[in-house]
């Protein structure tokens, strides 16, 4: 299975390269109209149903299942919005194909108890209007399959086109997934997403390098080295974690107990002075280390393999002088940059500059302050957070619902996992110590981010509701071994 995400524009493109090498593009829409009978016939038992049918080469995919359904012994039935006369090319083909039942979409057809919405595409570039927009008011998601992404989403943004779009229990589309079966609201919309192979020529859809995916273990877990029974715990990596002052120091533990969690061998907490009894009170295997000073700071940095810094840290005079003291050093590992090092950035750094394996995690409001007008202007978050990332020069993972993990190369990985209960205090927190944690053992930065979304949003899925930051870390065990991370 791959987890590329192509464009509308590259899956036409895909299309017409097709037809170049011999594989006819009516056979792909046959193919496609395959896919979709045999996702419902998987799913349902034969019932009423009604394929709504536009007039392009998504409602051909259309009459193509109305006829596979129909040959299974369902009773199914066609709902145009054009006579079929009007019709050209593949899709006229595919509807004089069909000899059951036809009607133009009206007020008064008959009820179904099921709907394939078989209108448009993803790559409709109006509002819905008319019947469609009339049927998209009024049918229950729960009783449509749509056909490549519910009418009236844009393929590329997953947003609804105007006032009105589809929603679907069922989404079959083709090839690859779309970005707006990845991104919010579109995600939303489309139910359950089943992608199906439709013949396109394999060497056809590498040739548009996407650079783009979905989160998936496939993408990183190779790149993560593993222990073996010759490991010690130097060998997998230390992790230091800049705390905040007084009062201001469970952040600093909520990221040192993930990064521990995840795998690193040794995990420190630097601190001013007055902050150390705080955290001595509330830790076991994770170590401490005094940083009064810039001085200090650079001496709890040295032989470090991570840095996180920013949850909870400050924003004053101070934090401003010990961030520079970090990044102005010539022997400063890879640094995560979360919460308050990012207000930081944000201001302007006077000295030192952000590397290539350095990662920025920042929420909505903090990337508006990193990159102010990006997220506004942008089509999309894959695109701000591309834009992101090749102004700093190194690893950004925008948070949200739809996290987006991007490079400055432009690749980019879209993290699906999760739950709404994540939307918790220190939740983030637990994501920058997740990713030092891997980064730590030696994953290179981008594949770092991704397994620490990843695994971020797994951990939250296995608690659900009730769950709190603290939950997150000591789920991970199992989230792990549902990897075959050796145990």
Not at 233 to 238: I, L, P, S, V
Not at 319 to 342: G, Q
Request: charge should be negative.
């Amino acid at each position: 299975m791959s987890f590329e995400i192509v464009t509308i524009a590259q899956m036409r493109a895909i299309e017409a390269g097709a037809a170049r090498t011999g594989v006819a593009t009516r056979t792909l829409m046959e193919n496609a109209g395959r896919a979709v009978a045999d996702a419902i016939t998987a799913r349902f038992s034969p019932r009423p149903t009604a394929i709504l049918c536009g007039p392009g080469n998504n409602g051909g995919d259309g009459w193509v299942a109305a006829r596979l359904l129909q040959d299974r012994g369902w009773p199914v039935w066609v709902e145009a919005l054009a006579p079929r006369e009007s019709l050209a090319g593949d899709a006229a083909d595919a509807a004089r194909a069909w000899q059951g039942e036809f009607k133009i979409i009206s007020a008064d057809n008959p009820a179904a108890d099921l709907f394939v919405d078989a209108l448009f595409g993803g790559g409709l570039s109006r509002p819905l209007n008319g019947p469609a927009a009339r049927l998209a008011q009024t049918l229950p998601a729960e009783r449509i399959v749509a056909v490549d992404v519910p009418s009236g989403i844009d393929g590329d943004t997953g947003r609804a086109q105007g006032d009105v779009c589809f929603s679907a229990a069922l989404t079959v589309t083709f090839v690859r997934k779309k970005p707006a079966h990845v991104l919010y609201p579109g995600r939303a919309l489309c139910g359950e997403i089943v992608v199906a192979d439709i013949g396109a020529p394999p060497a056809l859809i590498a040739e548009q390098a996407t650079k783009l995916w979905e989160n998936d273990p496939s993408l990183w877990l190779l790149s993560w080295p593993q222990p073996s029974w010759r490991s010690h715990k130097h060998a997998r990596g230390h992790v230091l974690v800049a705390s905040g002052p007084p009062t201001r120091t469970g952040a600093a533990r909520l990221a040192a107990r993930a990064a521990l969690r995840v795998g690193a061998g040794l995990v420190t907490i630097a601190a001013a002075p007055e902050a150390l009894a705080e955290h001595a009170a509330q830790l076991n295997a994770i170590m401490l280390s005094e940083a009064g000073d810039d001085a200090g700071w650079v001496a709890a940095m040295e032989r470090k393999s991570c840095i996180v810094l920013g949850p909870a840290f400050g924003t004053g005079a101070n934090a401003e002088r010990t961030l520079e003291a970090l990044l102005t050093s010539d022997s400063r590992p890879a640094m995560v940059f979360d919460a308050d090092a990012l207000t930081l950035i944000a201001r302007g750094v006077e000295k030192g500059e952000l590397r290539a394996d350095d990662v920025l995690t920042p929420h909505v409001g903090e990337f508006r302050r990193l990159c102010p007008g990006v997220l506004e202007q942008a089509p999309t978050r894959i695109d701000a957070a591309r834009e992101a990332a090749r102004k700093f020069g190194c690893v950004v993972l925008l948070k949200g619902a739809d996290t987006v993990i991007a490079a400055a190369d432009g690749r980019a990985i879209v993290n699906t996992t999760g739950t709404p209960f994540l939307a918790t205090a220190g939740a983030g927190d637990v994501l920058a110590g997740m990713i030092a944690g891997v980064l730590a053992q030696g994953a290179p930065s981008f594949e770092a981010a991704a397994a620490g979304a990843w695994l971020h949003g797994k951990a939250g899925e296995a608690l659900g509701v009730g769950l709190i930051s603290e939950d997150l870390p000591d789920i991970l065990p199992l989230v792990l071994k549902s990897l075959g991370v050796r145990e």
